[in-house]
């Protein structure tokens, strides 16, 4: 548990679910999202499993144990690299809490924690029109050329 500014930086535990799913959810509606309350749980369990394979989540917690941000990661392999690289996948901080920093001391607690666990990189995707987040992207990180295609099965 790391205590910056009065933001807590830890590990959510089973007493937290209620306010992770709230974050969860306001992060999905940003993106025009929904899911249903079974994959939310199914999300909740696989991240708290303990299995490497899962993602995992950081939270940022308020002095008063509110939860106001969060980030969902994971560690794999990579083809043109020894070690292992870290993908985040998901990074949230509630419209309350917004530019107070949260979202870089999530970053950098995420960067500690790849760096203690052996990783080589971090990376991350996203939305070309989330201008907020990608200023502060290109402030923690360096931005790839690299475009992003998908197809679901």
Known sequence: MKMINDIIIRKPVAADFEQWK???QEYLAFYEATLEDDMINLAWKRMNSGDEHEFIAIGAFSADH???GLIHYLYHRH???RMNV???QDLFVLQSHRRLNIATKLIESLYQQARDYGAEQVYWLTQDFNHGARKLYDEVATQTSFIKYSHDL
Do not use: A, P
Request: overall charge positive; hydrophobic content about 40%.
């Open 66 to 68: 509110k939860m106001v």
């Open 79 to 81: 083809g043109w690299k």
């Open 86 to 88: 870290c993908y985040l």
């Open 22 to 24: 709230k974050c969860w």
